[in-house]
């Protein structure tokens, strides 16, 4: 199976960043597409970035776009959410996901494997 482990969130100051890393500690995901998503007590799920395999073509949420960037590196089985000038309202535990299916995909449902989660928390 596909183990999916989130590192790299913490407490930061509105305006600086953050670089979270989602490895595969089972088998390669190099085929899979792959997306980011948070939540925030209270509420639901939300879609943050995506990343396919085969052109590595990239989606990113209107709320963060400018700011985040997704980048893969397949041959050490790992996926990157670069965060630059947080934001309290990006506080939230961030979840990295992978699906079978290489393409980009916005949607909670379609995602195969689910990480445990990291926290990113921003003071203003």
């Known amino acids: 199976q596909v183990r999916l482990v989130e590192s790299g969130g913490g407490l930061v100051q509105a305006g600086g960043s953050l670089r979270l890393s989602c490895a595969d500690s089972g088998r390669t995901f190099s085929t899979y597409g792959m997306g980011w998503f948070r939540q925030a007590p209270g509420k639901e799920r939300e879609f943050v970035a995506a990343?396919?395999?085969?052109?590595?073509?990239?989606y990113i949420a209107d709320s963060v776009k400018g700011r985040f960037t997704i980048s893969r590196d397949n041959a050490k089985n790992t996926v990157y959410l670069q965060m630059n000038s947080l934001k309290p309202e990006d506080t939230a535990l961030y979840y990295c996901?992978?699906?079978?299916?290489?393409?980009?995909?916005?949607?909670?449902?379609?995602?195969?494997?689910w990480g445990q989660g990291t926290q990113v928390t921003v003071s203003s």
């Open positions: 990343i396919s395999w085969s052109t590595s073509s990239t």
């Open positions: 996901a992978a699906r079978i299916s290489g393409g980009l995909w916005v949607g909670v449902v379609g995602y195969d494997y």
